[in-house]
């Protein structure tokens, strides 16, 4: 699949192709494989995930939301979209320099988000202070809000975690 072209379309099939400008972002080669939970099964019935860096070196992500996400009847869990914001925030700090894990996270969930959609989240680092990383996100499609989240990341030695 060429992901370098442009898809601003609400598909119902898994089309992760990132917008014009964006540039893939190898999340695996970057922080390890250890992100299994959202982004590990690429062909599977859960989330599929493709990463991206906007030309403001944002991350941004294209998620499909499939079947096994299911929480209201057709639509996903808010369980699993917050993952998705727990996933795609943090490693929103990790690309912009920080070792960190996610010590609070805030979701507000605005739509539902039927399932089969391919959704886009765009993150912004929008304050560091000490230790304390601020990441703002959110999960949308063309002028819908799915979700909104505020992710507090606390900075850790990187010998702490294991990369595998
Ligand atoms: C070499 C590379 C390895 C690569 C490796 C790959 C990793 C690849 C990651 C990919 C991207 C991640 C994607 C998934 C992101 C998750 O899901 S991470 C998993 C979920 N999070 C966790 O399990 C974190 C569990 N919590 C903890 O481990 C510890 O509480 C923390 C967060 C490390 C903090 O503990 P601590 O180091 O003892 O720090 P502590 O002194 O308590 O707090 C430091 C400061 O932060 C504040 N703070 C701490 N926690 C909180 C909180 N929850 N709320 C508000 N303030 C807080 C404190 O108030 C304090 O503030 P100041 O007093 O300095 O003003």
Known sequence: MDKTHANSTCSN???LRGEINWIPFDAAAFVGSSLRFVSGDPEGNRFRVSYYLDS?????????FGPE?????????GGAMAAVVDEVLGLAA????YSIVVGN????????LPLHKVVSVETKVVSAEGRKIMVHGRIY???TTYAVGECL???????N????
């Open 153 to 159: 990341c606390i900075t850790i030695q990187p010998k």
């Open 105 to 112: 996270l805030s979701v507000s969930f605005r739509n539902m």
């Open 13 to 15: 099939r898994p089309d």
């Open 56 to 64: 403001t070196q944002h991350l941004k992500a294209k998620v499909w």
């Open 69 to 77: 996400t299911e929480g209201p009847p057709g639509h996903a869990h």
């Open 141 to 143: 499609c063309e002028k």
């Open 94 to 97: 990790w690309a912009a320099g």
């Open 161 to 164: 975690i294991n990369i595998r």
